[in-house]
């Protein structure tokens, strides 16, 4: 969930790759890709050292750099300044897709797992004939591995035995699956919230170079990624320009900016194993799961498990 450091992070972040021609330290002092000349110990000098971070210098923080050349670029959140904008409906969505890293490789009534296995896998086994005939259901944990899985469903499964990472099964019509949690955010408020970047010089001259940099390149920035993965929607307020310093070489320059950002929900959801079930008088049935192997008559495709439980959705026939 982003809030406001979040935000203030991401449009930090946004600044430095404006400013900065790779990673950059906040609150060091780094090379800028841009120049500017400066007097130091009274020689006009060229310059390129920034200071970017978050939060509002006092002026005596900044006297020292600024006789030294640098100019410092600081972004604040403006008091008063928050607004609700809350207008969506609020429903679960899902992310990009997250692929299992356990994978189950069948060839006729032995299934073998390769790959690693983690807490949010699922292992699904339907054997629809045969002395093994059933649906398991088994979330792996951190410590399982596919040897371990093998022999876990191994001993709960009627006429299955485990060699290494591979399941014999005694039975027909055999499907093997591993699904994997799904992460799904909801978005339960959105807000606007402004911002002022302060560009503090040494010189007119340097000001103008480093706070109109910053300007034309979040001009073409309408949207920051922050840190859930959420956008913040970048929007111009206005410009001041100081030109009566209230202390020698100091020479400031204020953008300000609105960032509209939404504040999500996350969880993980389960993904089906097998769907189309069908169970005589329909209904739904949750089971506990607490990493041991549920099993279930067969066939009973519609498994899902969360929250260390097992959700069966099936469908009624009048």
């Known amino acids: 969930m982003a809030d406001l450091s979040d935000v203030s992070k991401g449009l930090v972040s946004a600044i430095a790759g404006i400013l900065f021609p790779g990673a950059y ?51 604040s959140a403006e008091a008063g300044t928050t ?35 983690s ?14 005939a059933g649906s398991y259901a088994y979330r792996c944990t951190p410590a399982d591995t596919p040897q371990s899985v093998a022999a876990t469903l191994a001993a709960a499964i009627a006429g299955a035995s485990a060699s290494g990472a591979a399941l014999t099964l005694a039975g027909e019509d055999i499907l093997a699956r591993v699904v994997c949690d799904q992460a799904a955010t909801m978005e339960v408020r959105r807000q606007q919230q402004g911002f002022r970047i302060a560009c503090w010089a040494p010189t007119p001259q340097a000001r103008e170079t480093v706070a109109g940099a ?35 070489r100091l020479w400031r320059r204020d953008l300000s900016y609105t960032i509209e950002y939404p ?14 079930a069908t169970l005589n008088g329909g209904g739904a049935v949750m089971v506990p799961v607490t990493g041991n192997v549920l099993a279930g008559p067969a066939p009973i495709p519609g498994l899902t498990v969360s929250g260390g439980k097992l959700a069966v959705t099936v469908s009624k026939t009048f």
């Open 25 to 75: 330290d906040p609150g060091s002092d780094e090379t800028s890709v841009l120049a500017w000349q400066a007097p130091v110990r009274g020689t006009m000098t060229d310059c390129r050292t920034i200071r970017l971070y978050w939060g509002f210098p006092s002026a005596n923080d900044i006297t020292g750099e600024l006789v030294a050349g640098k100019v410092h670029v600081s972004v």
């Open 83 to 117: 607004k609700l904008t809350t207008r969506f409906e609020q429903r679960w969505r899902r992310g990009p897709p997250r692929i299992p890293t356990l994978a189950a490789g069948l060839v006729g009534e032995v299934v073998t797992f390769t790959g690693e296995a």
């Open 119 to 132: 807490a949010t896998q699922v292992v699904g086994i339907l054997v629809n004939h045969g002395p093994s």
């Open 214 to 248: 910053v300007d034309a390149g979040l001009a073409g920035t309408p949207w920051l990624t922050l840190a859930d993965g959420s956008l913040g929607r970048l929007i111009y307020r206005a410009t001041e320009t100081d030109d009566l310093p209230g202390k020698d």
């Open 263 to 276: 504040t999500l929900l996350s969880k993980m959801q389960p993904v089906m194993l097998f769907p189309g």
